[in-house]
């Protein structure tokens, strides 16, 4: 058996290839850690759009457009307008949480309202979120 794998593996790393297979290859886990993938993955959902000046408040009737993003921040979907905030400690954005907030600016959504995090498994408090602002990012021509 051997004698037949030998030429194989021989000839894969003469083509500047590893002996790995193709689909182990394909199938292998993204690089970085989960905060840097995260970032990957908000980096993805912003392509196109352009960053305005920060915000301190924004209109947020809906608050289940709110999504945490582990280790990143908050991003409220505002139909045509996405809203980053970043905690000051992204660390306290843990895989399980959720947040809720409580606003002191009716249906807005502000820097000082009070973002607690909770685990969605326990339902335990798990952090209290400070951030400084919502960054607008449109895309062109989108007012």
Avoid at 59 to 83: C, M, Q, W
Avoid at 112 to 128: A, C, F, H, P, W
């Amino acid at each position: 058996m051997m004698r037949f794998i030998a030429p194989i593996l021989a000839a894969a790393l003469a083509l500047g290839g590893t002996a790995m297979p193709l689909a182990a290859q394909d199938d292998a886990p993204p690089r970085g850690t989960r905060a840097e993938r995260n970032e990957a993955r908000l980096a993805q959902r912003l392509e196109g759009r352009t960053a305005g000046e920060m915000v301190s408040c924004v209109y947020a009737p809906n608050s289940n457009r709110l999504e945490t993003i582990e280790g990143v921040g908050f991003v409220y979907d505002g139909g045509n307008t996405l809203y980053v905030a970043r905690p000051r400690d992204p660390s306290v954005l843990g895989p399980n949480d959720i947040v809720l907030v409580r606003r002191y600016g009716g249906g807005q959504l502000c820097r000082q309202d009070l973002m607690q995090t909770v685990d969605r498994l326990s339902g335990m408090l798990s952090g209290i979120v400070a951030i400084d602002g919502f960054v607008p990012y449109t895309k062109p021509g989108d007012s």
